[in-house]
């Protein structure tokens, strides 16, 4: 009975540990994270996210890495140009992760790896270029270093994403060479901006003149239009008149004449009319003046033409 006991506890306490060795070798892998296992100090596999169980003794779990995107900020690096100026340039890099297993084996401490490896990476782009180029190229420079930094640290499980030049620090002596170059330059362009505002204060007062000259010209040719039309209109009014007038004078004359003709005094016409053109060659400058023998009879038919208008 004893011994049934004793069998009894043993299974139970066997039982017990079992529990807890299986309890103790759960692991949980968060979200963005992985673990590399090893079995006996040989790579196995590498746990993503969710619950994993691994052999007591046998496996071992190395610390979780991160698959999150990871932001190194690198002291500046003193480089030289190739014109031979030295300033210190500090670069940021974006990273991550890409395979843990080649992260945890391919290369001893891959941050302090990946920090020697951008610093001479940037030495060397950096000699390519002269002062001014490093001054005004920084996207060719963060896209040759990403480019190199990507193909170096792939067989290191790192993914460079981005890299970015932080601060370029020239030696005081550029700085002040450049402040001077700079505040000349936009000395140089005040200028530009006065002389162009002249120019074109100028040009608008010349295109105004222009304008006003325009403007008048054209008032003073309608001005002359109008003064021609009114010319012509008054012309034609006087004409006008004039022929009415003289229409006016020979209708009274055809009248006159008619009403003689009416009053069968034809003959008497014809020497009526003899003695006006007497009169108007009378009228004239003539020293001598030709007398018709038919003039001594006008009195005679004047004073007979009387009495018959007056009947």
């Not at 940037?122 to 996207?139: C, F, H, K, P």
């Not at 006003?212 to 009014?237: D, Q, T, V």
């Amino acid at each position: 009975m004893d011994a049934s006991f004793g069998f009894f506890y043993v299974w139970i306490a066997l039982l017990l540990v079992a529990i807890i060795l299986i309890l103790t070798n759960i692991r949980i892998v968060q979200q963005s994270n992985a673990v590399v296992i090893e079995r006996l100090g040989t790579y196995l596999k590498t746990w993503t996210v969710g619950i994993h169980v691994k052999v007591p003794f046998i496996d071992s779990c190395l610390a979780p890495l991160s698959l999150k995107e990871k932001v190194l900020d690198f002291p500046p690096q003193p480089v030289i140009t190739r014109d031979n100026v030295t300033m210190k340039i500090d670069t940021v890099v974006y990273f991550q992760i890409s395979d843990p297993k080649l992260y945890t084996y391919g290369v001893e401490q891959p941050i302090n790896a990946l920090e020697n490896l951008s610093a001479t990476t940037l030495r060397n782009i950096i000699g390519e270029l002269e002062l001014d180029q490093t001054l005004t190229s920084r996207d060719v420079i963060n896209n040759k270093m990403r480019s190199i930094l990507d193909e170096a640290t792939d067989p290191w499980g790192i993914k460079v994403n981005r890299v970015e030049v932080k601060n370029i620090i020239p030696p005081d002596a550029i700085s002040d060479a450049l402040e001077k170059q700079m505040r000349a330059e936009r000395e140089r362009r005040e200028q530009i901006l006065i002389a162009e505002g002249h120019k074109q204060s100028a040009i608008l007062e010349a295109e105004g003149k222009k304008q006003a000259m325009i403007l008048e010209a054209e008032a003073e040719k309608a001005s002359m239009i109008l003064n021609a039309e009114a010319e012509k209109e008054a012309a034609i009014r006087k004409a006008e008149g004039e022929a009415k007038a003289i229409l006016e004078v020979q209708n009274a004359k055809a009248e006159g004449i008619k009403m003689l003709k009416d009053a069968q005094l034809d003959e008497a016409v014809i020497k009526l009319r003899s003695l006006e053109a007497f009169e108007k060659v009378a009228d004239g400058k003539s020293t001598k003046i030709i007398i018709p023998s038919e003039i001594q009879s006008m009195t005679g038919l004047v004073s007979s033409l009387s009495e018959t208008i007056k009947s």
